[in-house]
Nanobody, 115 residues
């Protein structure tokens, strides 16, 4: 199993970034996919989740209306479009999925929101 995130970087407040997570080694279209983030000194938190077929999504209250999760099952890729970024969105962002009995994680991509 491999999950490889990309698209992070430094952006000014109010800016946008699009994260991508390329998956391989498992039946991608079968599983819900999630984006988590972890800021320094804080616990990892769920940001967004999308169902296997892409119809159902979940967002943390802190990102509702600003972030959008999507997936392309033909490309085995999940995306996180982040708009109206705030300094408090600064964190390492991870994509993840759960296949019993464990979670699988990518290596993470750093997002820094600063002027």
């Amino acid at each position: 199993v491999q999950l490889v995130e990309s698209g992070g970087g430094l952006v000014q407040p109010g800016g946008s970034l699009r994260l991508s997570c390329a998956a391989s080694g498992f039946s991608f279209s079968t599983y819900a996919m999630s984006w988590y983030r972890q800021a320094p000194g804080k616990e990892r938190e769920l940001v967004a989740r999308i169902a296997s077929a892409g119809g159902n999504t979940y967002y943390a209250d802190s990102v509702k209306g600003r972030f959008a999760i999507s997936r392309d099952n033909a490309k085995n890729t999940v995306y996180l479009q982040m708009n109206s970024l705030k300094p408090e969105d600064t964190a390492v962002y991870y994509c993840s999925y759960y296949q019993p009995p464990r979670d699988y994680w990518g290596q993470g991509t750093q997002v820094t929101v600063s002027s």
